[in-house]
């Protein structure tokens, strides 16, 4: 029984580190669960402990108990740390939900991956030196009049802009838009570019969505989000997934973009 042996050779402890001994007497096998409060309190006053503790022993992180609606915290804080189990309300398809199925596409969603080397060894050292990324969007193609992806026609035409997003370490964080196209919502064109300043490579995660300021349509038409470290430089026709309906691509909807890495 293959299930039986793997039981036997697992096993994780509880344990309480945190804002004790950091982890100090720990071993791998040892877990400790925190809840979204307990981390963005440490994160603010003890984040180089709170690294450091992850690189000797597990942490699992939860959504507080308020959250009586099943809605998400924002992971990538959690990520940030080194935190190697972020729990999400996977029944709310969110904004935090939405990010964290972009970020788990790099491995074909098998819900792992390999953190960056410095928060894996505490010897390693964080990298300090940014790298530059410049996005243009060029235009669009045949975008829908609503998140759910449905081109019923409305009489009425969309307004949309692009919204960009990049989310990892937080001195990273930086967000962008375009300018309103009023002229052709279905087929609009921008030619609009913009560059985020990034250190932690590794850890950042671009959002694109497009959105409609027309109060007669869905604000949020649809969004991509992929791992900074996955992007190849050229000109990518990029599919948009829905925003109402958990990994769902839009039928033939694109974003045109030009990525550059200088």
């Known amino acids: 029984n293959s299930h039986g042996e793997l039981g036997r050779t697992v096993i994780v402890a509880a344990t309480k580190s945190a804002g004790k001994d950091w982890g100090a007497e720990r071993q ?32 699992r992180i939860y959504p507080g108990g308020l959250r009586v609606d099943s809605s998400n915290y924002d992971p990538t804080v959690s990520w940030e740390m080194g935190s190697q189990v972020v729990a999400l309300n996977y029944q709310t398809w969110d ?22 080397a410095h928060l894996r060894d505490a ?32 009489g009425e035409d969309i307004h949309p802009f692009v919204k960009l997003t ?55 038409l649809g969004e991509f989000t992929i791992g900074v470290g996955k992007l190849v430089s050229g000109v990518k026709a990029i599919p948009l997934n829905s925003t109402k309906t958990a ?9 045109v973009c030009k990525f550059e890495v200088l």
């Not at 669960?33 to 022993?57: A, F, I």
């Open 166 to 220: 990049l989310r990892g370490a937080q001195q990273d964080n930086a967000e962008f838009k375009t300018t309103t196209n009023k002229r052709n919502g279905n087929a609009p064109r921008w030619s609009e570019s913009f560059e985020f300043s990034i250190t932690e490579w590794d850890l950042a995660l671009l959002t694109i969505r497009v959105k409609s300021d027309d109060v007669m349509v869905s604000n949020s």
């Open 95 to 116: 904004d935090p939900m939405r990010v964290n199925h972009g970020k788990f596409a790099e491995n074909g969603h098998w819900g792992y991956l390999l953190k960056p």
């Open 247 to 255: 990994a769902t691509v839009l039928p033939e909807a694109k974003l």
């Open 123 to 154: 010897n390693v050292p964080r990298p300090t030196q940014p790298k530059k990324l410049r996005v243009t969007v060029l235009g669009g193609s045949k975008l829908p009049k609503s998140g759910d992806g449905l081109m019923e026609d409305t």
């Open 28 to 59: 791998p096998f040892n877990v400790e669960s925190l809840d979204e409060g307990k981390v963005e309190s440490l994160c603010s006053k003890e984040p180089e402990n709170l690294r450091s503790m992850n690189t000797k022993m597990i942490t």
